[in-house]
């Protein structure tokens, strides 16, 4: 398989991935396409013993992460600092469906991107450790947290304060 | 001995990242701890929430936009360095094959047929160049003109493709099947389609004028011969395309 076809083959996955991240169709489409397109420009450096999915993965993390740092209208409190009343509330599957990605976005990117790399595209920890460039330890413990809050998320109590920016 | 379980084992154990011996570990531990079992439940929920949520998009089409272009890929590796054989094959068959005996071995429909195949390879080779598509720019084309018309022997110009919206970027001087060497001129249109026009000199006669058609690797080569060169137009765009512009070329040549 030519090095154009494995990226091709990995195109789907990269649109899921965008998908969950942004929250948006589009967006994410053009994410997938920067993606693409930093990946062939740098076909040159990738190291044939890296697997081709994390090494994408992370192309499409440091491009988001660029992106947002560029223009930054909702910043984050922690995660840690909020306040959290946990309220079990009895909810059917395709109300937590809708508010599945709602809830997605709330979490902190870092956490975001840890719980979706496991969750979701079900890669190692080490490699999600790769992809992401942080310690394994700090993958295990954003993904902790990850779980938690969205668990209070969902469990419809926790909303955390964003602050909008006007630009 | 069992090492105590920890989070990070219950986290692994709900994805399925466990060594088998310590899966099992966990598995015992979790019988007896129900509240953590819920709480690993929960976690794989959550998971399968995700792949409920977003599975769908593996199935979409891929918008056309997100497909590479097939020049843009690695292969362009394996050009480069076919091209570099191919050159260097050339530049020894010449030493071995100079004098007469040239002139026997090589007929003119032989010598024709690798015009496209040439024209393709040194297409391949400069058209992804990002930094250095040509060696001289249409913005010195004065100079790349009386250059290249000295090396090659013989007055050339480049056509003026901008009625069909290519804009010259320049041109190079790449080794020949002769010392002459062979020009290769590169026009690009707003959508960055590139084209190359490749200029042999001393062309065989053909038999016939007119025009002959290639593909070679994706790339769609129209040539001719017109007087003492031989022209090849090479390009991505389609061969309707190309033939449009090809005809355009040889219009320009043959006032």
Redesign the interface.
């Known amino acids: 398989m030519s090095g154009r076809d494995a990226i091709v083959a990995e195109i789907p996955r990269l649109r899921r991935y965008a998908r969950a991240l942004t929250g948006r169709a589009d967006a994410a489409d053009d994410l997938v396409q920067d993606t693409l397109t930093r990946a062939l420009e740098k076909w040159h450096f990738w190291q044939r013993e890296r697997e081709l999915r994390p090494w994408l993965f992370s192309i499409m993390h440091n491009l988001h992460v660029d992106a947002l740092r560029r223009s930054h209208p909702v910043v984050f409190c922690d995660a840690d600092d909020l306040p959290i009343s946990v309220q079990r509330a009895e909810q059917h599957d395709a109300l937590v469906l809708r508010d599945l990605e709602r809830s997605l976005a709330l979490l902190p990117l870092e956490q975001r991107e840890v719980l979706l790399l496991v969750g979701l595209e079900e890669l190692s920890y080490a490699e999600v450790a790769r992809t992401l460039a942080i310690p394994p330890g700090t993958v295990m413990s954003r993904l902790a947290r990850a779980r938690a809050r969205l668990r209070e998320i969902l469990a419809g109590a926790a909303v955390p304060v964003l602050k909008v920016v006007k630009k | 001995m069992n090492t105590p379980i920890s ?2 084992d219950l ?2 154990h709900a ?1 399925g ?1 466990l060594a088998p011996e310590r899966q099992t570990q966990v598995e015992a531990w979790l019988a007896v701890h129900p509240e953590q079992r819920a709480q690993v439940d ?2 794989r929920e ?2 399968a ?7 769908a ?4 089409p ?2 056309a ?4 272009p ?1 020049a ?4 362009f ?1 394996a050009r480069k360095a076919a091209a570099v054989a191919w050159l260097m094959l050339g530049g020894v068959t010449g030493f071995f094959l100079r004098g007469e005996t040239v002139q026997e071995l090589q007929q003119p429909l032989a010598a024709m047929s690798s015009l496209p195949r040439q024209a393709a390879i040194a297409h391949a080779v400069f058209v992804p160049e990002v930094r250095h598509p040509v060696e001289v720019g249409a913005d010195q084309e004065a100079h790349l003109v009386a250059w290249l018309s000295k090396r090659l022997g013989s007055e050339l110009k480049p056509p003026q493709l901008e009625a069909a919206g290519y804009k010259l970027m320049g041109g190079r001087l790449l080794p020949g099947d002769s010392k002459k060497g062979v020009a290769q001129f590169m026009y690009e249109n707003a959508a960055r389609d590139r084209l190359t026009l490749y200029v042999q000199p001393d062309a065989p006669t053909a038999d016939g004028t007119g025009f002959r058609y290639a593909r070679e690797d994706g790339i769609d080569v129209f040539y001719w011969v017109d007087g003492r060169f031989g022209y090849a137009l090479s390009g991505s765009t389609g061969r309707d395309d190309m033939l449009r512009l090809a005809t355009l070329v040889y219009r320009q040549h043959d006032k």
């Open positions: 989070e990070d986290h692994a994805d990242q929960a976690w959550q998971a929430a995700l792949h409920r949520q977003f599975d998009v593996l199935d979409e891929v918008p936009r997100l497909l590479p097939p843009a890929d690695h292969w590796d």
